[in-house]
């Protein structure tokens, strides 16, 4: 099925540990972005990247890492892990960055606790 | 700043009711607005999408407007039922460069009692 996928859907870090959110999509999107969502925070951008081989950072970037090395791939490295990125994290994607047609299609996403 | 803001935070209505969610933002230079229907423990589901040159769109049950001059966005779920209950998110896409990515609301959470 086309769509986003992420890996894993949970997971437990203990406090300095590093770890990789996988994150593919198979509907040849430009776009493709992290976003996490606290109680009461909402949904907040956490890095993004319009194409292959570009990135940028969002509203929350510190403690994370992004790298877009293939059009599918969009994976998130937290260096070293912290309380508070315990979160729930969702990649998302959509065709075109520049048009304001294109919907945003999300994953199912990945539940970090960090202890 | 960009700021989205929904209200109310939590809805209850019987079955069969008309219902309207709303949505307010804070700078009119959009590119669009969305709607997101997200179930416990799931991820976004876009509904409706209305671009800045639009006034409304439909789907089904479901219809968006979008009025920019006043920076409001409502959602008008016809003859609700059990299966609509939900937390409904809207989000805009600001306009230029770098800032181009969404903004989300903290959504309205609909439950629909039979």
């Known amino acids: 099925n086309a769509g986003v996928t992420q890996t894993p859907k949970f997971q437990v870090l203990k406090t300095g540990q590093s770890m990789t959110l996988q994150c593919a999509q198979d509907?040849?999107?430009?776009?493709m972005s992290w976003y996490r969502q606290d109680p009461g925070m909402g949904l907040r951008l956490i890095h993004y990247?319009?194409?292959?081989?570009?990135?940028d950072q969002g509203e929350v970037p510190n403690g994370y890492n992004v790298s877009r090395s293939t059009t599918e791939d969009f994976p998130l490295r937290l260096l070293s892990a912290a309380p508070s990125q315990t979160s729930v994290y969702f990649c998302?994607?959509?065709?075109?960055?520049?048009?304001?047609?294109?919907?945003?299609?999300f994953g199912a996403g990945s539940r970090l606790t960090v202890l | 700043k960009q700021e989205v803001t929904q209200i109310p935070a939590a809805l209850s209505v019987p079955e069969g009711e008309n219902l309207v969610l709303n949505c307010s933002f804070t700078?009119?230079?959009?590119?669009?607005l969305q709607w997101f229907r997200q179930d416990p423990g799931k991820g976004l589901t876009s509904l409706l999408l209305?671009?800045?040159?639009?006034r409304e769109q439909t789907s089904g049950r479901l219809n968006a407007s979008l009025d920019k001059s006043s920076g409001r966005s409502t959602l008008y779920i016809a003859a609700s039922q059990p299966g609509d209950s939900a937390t409904y998110l809207c989000?805009?896409?600001?306009?230029?460069?770098?800032?181009?990515?969404?903004?989300f609301g903290k959504g309205t959470k609909l439950s629909v009692k039979p």
């Open positions: 509907m040849n999107h430009e776009y």
């Open positions: 990247s319009v194409g292959a081989g570009i990135t």
């Open positions: 700078d009119s230079a959009i590119y669009n």
């Open positions: 989000a805009v896409r600001r306009t230029g460069g770098s800032q181009g990515n969404l903004i």
């Open positions: 998302a994607s959509s065709y075109s960055y520049a048009s304001g047609a294109n919907v945003l299609t």
């Open positions: 209305i671009q800045s040159s639009q």
